[in-house]
């Protein structure tokens, strides 16, 4: 009997495999040093999707020339959950993963929600496990359907393009291990049926959690009520056309995400290039020297191009200049400045205030990000000249 679902988990782990292997045979030529065979570590719950990845990974990373083992975290957020999770690291054992780590972890829910927070910690755990060990990369068991159900998250948020691009396949973590996630690969297109018929092709009895049913949580809503009612009244295949949509949205985002960054650069060289030719903005007779630290952008460069560029990049500027993250809203007041002038103050937003004011000699009008500390509407911004 052709066991087709462990087939294709093994197929999906098989090709993040070798593009792990590729990279770190590719460090190894740059330092010239003979590589260690990568170890990955499989995150796993007991459940069915990562049951089925961990089972894949101990067939597929011997044969990639890789080590694989397991890291098993318990939330403690169910009675019994210390012995779940011991049952787990036992069947990370029985497939022959090494080393198998238990890490327990305390959940602190801060307004985020509990899964929010169980989702910190895990990944928090996740990190130090790979650091600990020396892991290349830490894998998870997410699965088409799992994309789908964050796309209509996303959409129910209003989250723009890069939520609805959804779970990525890879990121890195804090301590520069990688996190994949194989199966969320289009090809094959692995769904949470696969990997229970992977594990029954396996023999392996995967953990039921108790949250998976839990209407409380608004992914179980999605899951049990909303993605049934669409396929009915649509028809079926919805949760494969959610999911390809974040392939789509993520080559998008992808895209426009380097054009961005690309133009902030620009846009940073051409602040150098003014500030060093001493073209500051300019300040009226008498009063304090420019600011050293401010960023002056000439408007015309900004209202060049579209919108949604000029958005990622005013963001990638607040974030790499000053270290403070905006929300859509908060660039919406920042580039009223540039596409709805009507003479109007500066904009007041977390760790800026952000001013259109005249350039210096020979430049248009430029827009002035300054870093601030506390109410920006504290600070006195009152005679900075504007245009």
């Excluded at 949580?217 to 079926?236: C, I």
Aim: aromatic share 2%; proline share 7%.
């Amino acid at each position: 009997m052709v066991q087709e679902a462990v087939l294709a988990t093994r197929l999906s782990v098989r090709r993040a495999c070798a593009a792990l292997r590729e990279e770190a045979g590719a460090q190894s030529a740059e330092s010239g040093a003979p590589a260690e065979a990568p170890l990955l570590l499989v995150a796993l719950s007991g459940g069915a999707d990562s049951l089925a990845l961990a089972a894949a990974a101990a067939f597929e990373a011997p044969r990639s020339g890789l080590r694989a083992g397991a890291v098993i975290v318990d939330h403690g957020l169910q009675p019994g959950s210390a012995e779940v999770a011991a049952a787990a690291a036992e069947r990370a054992a029985a497939l022959g993963l090494a080393p198998v780590l238990l890490r327990r972890v305390v959940v602190r829910e801060e307004g985020g929600g509990p899964e929010a927070a169980a989702r910190e910690a895990r990944y928090a755990a996740l990190d130090d496990a790979a650091a600990e060990q020396g892991a290349a990369a830490v894998l998870t068991g997410h699965t088409r359907d799992d994309q789908a159900e964050q796309v209509l998250l996303g959409l129910a948020r209003g989250s723009g393009l890069r939520s609805l691009a959804g779970i990525p396949e890879r990121r890195a973590l804090r301590g520069g291990a990688l996190i994949l996630r194989p199966f969320l690969a289009a090809t094959p297109p692995i769904t949470r049926g696969t990997t229970e018929a992977a594990c029954a092709e396996l023999g392996l009895d995967p953990w039921r959690d108790p949250h998976n049913e839990d209407a409380a949580f608004a992914r179980v809503r999605v899951r049990r009520r909303v993605l049934p009612v669409l396929e009915a009244e649509l028809g079926p295949g919805v949760a494969a056309a959610l999911a390809r949509t974040a392939d789509l949205a993520r080559e998008d985002a992808e895209a426009l995400d380097a054009l961005a960054e690309a133009l902030a650069a620009e846009l940073l060289a051409l602040a150098a290039a003014q500030r060093s030719g001493g073209r500051a903005p300019a300040s009226d007779p008498g009063s304090a020297p420019p600011d050293p630290d401010a960023l002056a952008i000439p408007v015309s460069a900004l209202a060049a191009q579209p919108p949604a560029l000029r958005t990622r990049a005013i963001r990638i500027l607040a974030a790499r200049r000053f270290g403070v993250w905006l929300s859509r809203e908060h660039v919406a007041a920042v580039l009223a400045l540039v596409s709805e002038w009507r003479g109007q103050g500066p904009a007041f937003v977390p760790g800026l205030v952000v001013s259109r004011e005249r350039g210096g000699r020979g430049t248009g009008a430029v827009l002035v990000l300054r870093g601030q500390r506390g109410s920006p509407r504290d600070r006195a911004i009152a005679g900075r000249p504007r245009r």
